[in-house]
């Protein structure tokens, strides 16, 4: 394998924000796990929001109630669970947070790709590495983008077809002390073996882009 290209994206993001405060949210009769406080309230509202002995929704969030709201940034995140704007806020988010990264990056001339992702992170909780699959991807969409913000960008990539990245980017764990330290570097290399160079469909390629 050719090394062609290094992408070092330090401190990358584990949360974003998705909401500048967060709405009021009450108790209603069939809501599992009340408050003891809350247990002998039986009278509701028409909606069948509990109401209190002043005729007052019960508060279900006192404390997050005005606050930011953030969302962690993790697989089922990006499949399910949430609401599919909030979802799309977060691709958006992330692809922003790429953007200047990818921006220092020159057009690939060689395919196709084998991607090495290096993942600097601590390990003092538990956590599942196939589970940060949406990282790569997002980061991947980012290189083959030819618009941003509305205005055009050379691509990185022409596409992530087979015919470009045959092996996309899986996380190798490397420990860190802290959290500050955390990181991803990604190598991109050209997969000059003979089974791939030889075959029609690279073959093809490589004389097309030889071609003046």
């Known amino acids: 394998m050719e090394l062609l290209q290094t992408l070092e994206i330090p401190n990358f993001p584990l949360r974003f924000k998705v909401s500048n405060k967060q709405k009021a949210k009450y108790w209603k009769r069939h809501h599992k796990n009340?408050?003891?406080?809350?247990?002998?309230y039986q009278n509701t509202d028409k909606e069948g929001?509990?109401?209190?002995?002043?005729?007052n929704r019960l508060l279900k969030n006192p404390d997050a109630m005005g606050t930011p709201k953030y969302v962690?940034?993790?697989?089922?995140?990006?499949?399910?669970?949430?609401?599919?704007?909030?979802?799309s806020g977060l691709v958006h988010n992330l692809k922003d947070f790429y953007m200047p990264y990818v921006r220092l990056m020159k057009p690939f001339q060689k395919f196709p790709l084998i991607v090495?992702?290096?993942?600097?992170?601590?390990?003092?909780r538990g956590f599942d590495m196939s589970n940060f699959w949406f990282y790569y991807k997002y980061l991947e969409d980012c290189l083959f983008m030819t618009e941003y913000r509305k205005r055009p960008v050379q691509?990185?990539?022409?596409d992530d077809d087979r015919a470009y990245v045959v092996k996309p980017g899986a996380p190798l764990l490397w420990?860190?002390?802290?959290?500050?330290?955390?990181?991803?570097?990604?190598?991109?290399?050209?997969?000059?073996?003979?089974?791939?160079?030889?075959?029609?469909?690279?073959?093809?390629?490589?004389?097309?882009?030889?071609?003046p």
């Not at 691509?155 to 022409?158: C, G, Q, T, Y």
């Open 34 to 40: 009340r408050p003891k406080k809350y247990e002998n």
């Open 49 to 55: 929001y509990l109401l209190d002995q002043e005729g």
């Open 155 to 158: 691509p990185i990539l022409p």
């Open 175 to 211: 420990p860190v002390d802290t959290l500050e330290q955390r990181k991803f570097v990604f190598k991109f290399y050209h997969d000059n073996r003979p089974l791939i160079q030889n075959h029609p469909l690279w073959k093809a390629q490589h004389q097309n882009t030889d071609t």
């Open 116 to 124: 090495e992702w290096d993942f600097y992170a601590p390990v003092d």
């Open 72 to 87: 962690s940034l993790s697989g089922n995140n990006f499949t399910t669970g949430l609401h599919p704007s909030v979802r």
